[in-house]
């Protein structure tokens, strides 16, 4: 729930459409019957709603006496605040994995390919680094999906906290995870992929009292200017390479 303290004033105007990008014009102009809210201890409040799911409360707290043309005004910036919050949301929502908090598969997607444009145009290089978790079913199937949360959340925890903040971290899906390490090559990179999976095999985890030792398999390529591949090509080449890597090695570098 957000909290919004105002004392209308001289300034108020200016504030809000700084803010909002709102002309006051159009905020008055909204009809007031068009919202849903009510009127509680001095103020004026709005559910927000997502869908058909309620995300929080906004609260606006005022002087006992204001104006009509005030109460219509913050009436208004309710319901406009309430629609930028739910955009907000929403954006965040098609950004982020849910789980665990590292960028979602569309996300990265995306700056990948902004990347790959950037290299074209000026040069330059970067890794791009696939993980597979070993043996998550057999933790899902023993242990419950709780279980397996816990084993997903453990590496992206270990991915975040060995690469570099500039780097782009994302879960591509279920056990599968993707790297891009900006400005290096693949010999470089692979002390950078290598690190992590050391750290993640060091961690001991124990599901209802039985202890079990996690492991991760990655494969990678470099991606330079003079890569003469599109990006679909070069997620298929990783990929490849990746699975030849589950077959033999489980959690050895590629």
């Known amino acids: 729930d957000a909290v919004l303290c105002v004392i209308p004033d001289d300034e108020l105007s ?8 709102f002309k006051s014009q159009e905020i008055y102009s909204r009809s007031q019957s068009e919202l849903i809210l009510a009127e509680k201890e001095k103020g004026f409040t709005k559910d927000v709603i997502k869908g058909e799911k309620k995300i ?27 629609i930028g919050i739910v955009k907000i949301v929403s954006y965040k929502a098609s950004v ?36 597979d978790i070993d043996s998550l079913k057999y933790v899902n199937d023993r242990f419950g999906h ?18 570099r903040e500039y780097d782009i971290q994302a879960r591509w899906g279920g056990d599968e995870f993707v790297l891009l390490i900006h400005s290096v090559g693949e010999q470089k990179a692979k002390d950078v992929v290598n690190r992590i999976v050391e750290k993640f095999s060091a961690k001991k985890l124990s599901f209802g009292g039985e202890e079990f030792k996690p492991s991760v ?38």
């Open 14 to 21: 200016k504030a809000l459409e700084h803010s909002l990008c």
């Open 56 to 82: 929080g409360t906004l609260i606006i707290k005022v002087p006992a006496k204001i104006s009509e043309s005030e109460r219509i005004f913050l009436n208004n910036l309710l319901d406009l605040l309430s």
């Open 96 to 131: 982020f994995d849910s789980l665990t908090g590292l960028y979602s598969r569309g996300y990265f997607e995306e700056r990948l390919k902004a990347e790959v444009d950037n290299i074209k145009r000026n040069g330059g290089k970067f890794a791009l680094v696939m993980f």
């Open 146 to 163: 709780k279980g397996g949360d816990e084993l997903i959340l453990k590496f992206a925890e270990c991915l975040k906290k060995n690469t």
């Open 217 to 254: 398999s990655f494969a990678m390529a470099e991606y330079n200017e003079n890569t003469n591949i599109e990006i679909n090509e070069l997620f298929q080449m990783v990929d490849h390479r990746l699975l030849e890597v589950k077959k033999g090695r489980k959690g050895k570098e590629f």
